[in-house]
């Protein structure tokens, strides 16, 4: 196409000239400096009309930062920035040739604007530069993780450690039968706190489902330890927890499965006192089975279902202290297990939630 422009002819110029029309870029004909002829592409990018184009010096459309690099360049190709009529700077692509026009030398120059590609160009590198910037807070808020939960993991429990030796020395001495139970309830809270403090260093350095490490574990007796943990907390609350599962429900899992029922109840024995009972019962499926705790207190409305499992979410429970965070574990815990958490109205009145796990485990 642009050949046609440079050769000779016999034909009237804008004979000659009507394959520069067909190029989706701008031409432009420059004979001792002066602009002789430019196509329709080339008078959009410019904003220029064409009479007002032919007889300009070419330089004058070179943005006045870019003017001195064009007039000591010699590379037919280069990239420059065109003033357009408004005032706009447009980069443009130019790639010139000698030819012979109407007789005389003259200089072919093909135009592209490159603006969307200088866009997509800034773009990905401001994307690049946000990139390496939250990469560089990611490694920060790792370290400052695992340094919180190095921290947490040995400050908690060495006195978690001194607690449990006293509670041993007033076991060994005390002979009072009521004090002795309180002890060892003691104890066996002191022992969770230990459990509770490396499974959620574990927790928190899980990557991946992959890195879970399972056992063939019987989910009827892991819900009968949590609940004759909390059945003494039940009781003060004048609350009772009927636990309904008898068959075993043999499960590939790992033991802190047992947090998703223990949050359960405890949440129950927190927020539903005034239905006085919790019942736990399972299901067994053909794909799945399913661990239910039931209250009967005023139930979650529809709205706040999904939200009370995300991180941070709880309803407005005055007068109720806690983090937040229990029911987000608990939905994450079943998701490294490849299983899911959710909650249903119970009948007829209360809340049902649910933990599923796939049959056989993950």
């Known amino acids: 196409m642009a050949e046609a422009v440079q050769q000779r002819c016999?034909?009237?110029?804008?004979?000659?000239l009507i394959p520069a029309e067909k190029i989706n870029m701008g031409v432009v004909i420059v004979q001792d400096g002066r602009i002789r002829f430019v196509n329709s592409k080339f008078t959009?990018?410019?904003g220029f009309e064409?009479?007002?184009?032919?007889?300009?010096?070419?330089?004058?459309?070179?943005s006045p930062e870019w003017r001195p690099l064009y007039?000591?360049?010699d590379d037919p190709e280069y990239e420059v920035e065109i003033l357009t009529r408004s005032g706009e700077r447009v980069p443009a692509e130019v790639s010139t040739s000698l030819i012979d026009f109407n007789g005389a030398p003259a200089e072919m120059a093909l135009v592209r604007d490159i603006s969307e590609q200088r866009r997509l160009e800034e773009e990905l590198f401001r994307r690049q530069e946000e990139l390496i910037a939250m990469t560089y807070e990611l490694e920060q808020s790792n370290y400052l993780k695992d340094l919180f939960l190095d921290i947490m993991r040995h400050d908690l429990l060495n006195p978690i450690g001194v607690a449990g030796n006293f509670v041993e020395l007033l076991l060994e001495e005390e002979r009072d039968a009521d004090k002795l139970e309180l002890l060892r309830a003691v104890r066996r809270s002191l022992t969770k706190a230990v459990e509770l403090v490396e499974n959620a260093t574990k927790f928190a350095k899980l990557g991946s489902k992959k890195s879970l490490e399972l056992e063939n574990l019987d989910l009827r007796d892991l819900v009968a330890e949590v609940v004759h943990d909390l059945a003494p907390l039940a009781e003060r609350e004048g609350m009772r927890i009927e636990n309904r599962i008898t068959e075993s429900l043999p499960v590939r899992a790992n033991r802190i499965i047992a947090e998703v029922f223990a949050n359960f109840i405890s949440n129950a024995i927190k927020y539903a006192p005034e239905g006085k009972r919790i019942v736990v019962e399972a299901e067994r499926g053909e794909n799945s089975v399913r661990v239910k705790v039931a209250d009967f207190g005023s139930g979650v409305p529809d709205e706040d279902k999904e939200s009370i499992f995300n991180r941070f979410t709880r309803r407005d429970k005055k007068g109720v202290k806690g983090s937040g965070l229990g029911l987000a574990i608990?939905?994450?815990?079943m998701e490294l297990h490849c299983g899911r958490v959710w909650v249903e109205d119970n009948t007829p009145r209360g809340a049902?939630?649910?933990a599923e796990l796939p049959a056989g485990g993950a």
Do not use: D, H, M
């Open 71 to 73: 007039e000591i360049n």
């Open 10 to 16: 016999s034909f009237a110029v804008p004979l000659c």
């Open 352 to 354: 049902v939630f649910v």
């Open 50 to 62: 064409r009479e007002l184009l032919i007889g300009k010096r070419f330089v004058e459309l070179i």
């Open 330 to 333: 608990a939905k994450k815990i």
């Open 44 to 46: 959009e990018i410019s």
